[in-house]
């Protein structure tokens, strides 16, 4: 892990800062961007001694957790009920399937019209691309489901509800945290996306207006942060699935996959 | 009703030829009556069972031996209620479970299934798999059913592996889990559809011995689908040699080896008669299998 961050840090440095090469001209070197990060008075107003910088932060995790978990309360449901249900998938998967490919930055403008309040409609905007992901994984979670474990129920007395919750839940649960996984990342991007568009505080705001007022090192200062942000956030759901699925980890450790 | 018939008792030299007739359990006579079973598919209808009658006494062993592809598990699933039957019928103690008017049995637990590739739930441990039937169908509390199923883990030698998970344990142990998981509902037939196909020779004669040690103690009906030939003489009361596509009964063998059986059995004198017996009947379904290029049904 050491050597990639090695070889990757030191890529760069020697990139723009020695070499000179000239796609990286404009680009701030290594050696700028750690030093206005640690720097008590940063040039560009930005760094980890000055408490914007956490606004920023929390401001994004705040609404990337709002996004997330109405995406999760909603979408794993929807999705559970497709996978399980052969009428109410034939219902609505095809108007699911018709909204699923339209690009989160397509429903910016409806949106911002939608909701005047543009906090709002930055969380949806998180919350739609999250909850398709989610949703989706939920219901081929259902269908990853031996079809004898269900008959296995059935011949053991289960009723259907019964059936739903110790069989459906539990077996298309893998599927529901790989989902979750892919969710939480994609909430982030589309986040990041709404926020640049139209936010206020945010790391995605921070990226942007650093841009358009020339702050460079800014800039990189806000995606690392989004790199490391967004690494714990995806880390925490991995730590959930594995205490709700404890079956699972000991099933991969026993086959060395862990 | 038919009254139950046992296979002859005829006693082995050295061993004690217990009268088996006096613990045969009342329930659990399957009588299968002219099943016909037809799949239709783009490519045309398929008769997988066709005029097919087998008449299983309660409390028996029926093994059913043919090779892979020729029906056999359609018949179970239809007394399993997992598929519809095209015609014919099906009863267990005289109770109708299908015929032409309701073409597919309810699924129940009076029927339990041991499946082809283990159905143990991987996310539960192997006590909750086991306690999972009474207590889904309310017939026991929770405590109660754990106290039954350690009772009945023990006496199947599976003391100490409650609480791992199924993939935690080798899988003939697997299969003896699932199978106790069965029996705790008290069913009147199990219902086995090659549960031991996976297994290496050692390891299944090792479980044959463990399914007649809980079969001794729970006497049930016990359908049991196999294409090992072996494995069907060693177990059975009775054995049907099946037919390939349509599936129906080609011969019908009682096995006259006295029960309690352990492995000594396989190298008798009578076992090898038997095996020699039946062996061209089974080879030629084999090959009649193999020519046709039937794949797994």
Known sequence: MLTGFGLFLGGWYLAVEVWRLPRFAEMPGLTVVVKEWLSKDPTYGLSLYTPEYYQHIGRSVWRVAQAFTLATVFGVPLGLFLGWSRRFRDHVFPVFELLRPIPVLAWVPLAIVMFVASESAVIYLAFLASFFATALNAMLGVKSIDESYLRAAECLGASRSQVFRHVILPGALPFIFTGLQISVGVAWFSLVAAEMVSGQYGLGYVINTSYSMVRYPTIIIGMITLGVVGYLTSAMVRVVGDLLMQWRVRELALRGQA | ?297
Request: hydrophobic share 40%; glycine share 8%.
């Open chain 2, 1 to 297: 009703m038919p009254a139950a018939r046992r296979p002859e008792v005829t006693a082995a030299p050295g061993r004690e030829a217990r009268p088996f007739a006096e613990a045969v359990p009342s329930r659990g006579a399957i009588r299968i009556e002219n099943v016909v079973k037809v799949y239709g598919g783009r490519s045309g209808a398929v008769t997988a069972v066709d005029g097919c009658s087998l008449d299983i006494a309660a409390g028996e062993i029926f093994m059913v031996v043919g090779p892979s592809g020729c029906g056999k598990t359609t018949l179970l699933n239809a007394v399993a209620g997992f598929h519809d039957i095209s015609a014919g019928r099906i009863t267990l103690d005289g109770q109708v479970l299908c015929d032409g008017t309701h073409p597919q049995a309810p699924r129940g637990p009076d029927r339990v299934v041991v499946f082809q590739n283990g159905a143990l739930f991987p996310w539960q441990t192997n006590l909750e798999n086991v306690i999972f039937g009474p207590v889904m169908q309310r017939k026991l509390s929770k405590r109660d059913a754990t106290d039954k199923a350690m009772d009945m883990m023990a006496d199947a030698g599976l003391s100490g592996i409650e609480h791992s998970y199924p993939a935690e344990v080798s899988s003939g142990v697997r299969r003896r889990v699932e199978i106790v998981r069965a029996l705790m509902n008290d069913p009147k037939v199990l219902l086995l559809d090659e549960p031991y196909r996976a297994l290496d020779a050692l390891t299944k004669s090792v479980m044959h011995e463990a399914l007649l040690r809980i079969y001794y103690k729970n006497k049930v009906t016990i359908f049991f689908i196999t294409h090992d030939l072996e494995e069907a003489l060693f177990l059975g009361h009775k054995v049907a040699v099946m037919t390939t596509r349509p599936c129906r009964p080609k011969t019908i063998l009682t096995v006259d080896i006295p029960h309690p059986r352990d492995y000594s059995v396989l190298t008798s004198k009578r076992f090898r008669e038997l095996t020699r017996e039946t062996s061209a009947a089974v080879h030629e379904e084999a090959l009649k299998a193999f020519q046709s290029g039937e794949r797994e049904g």
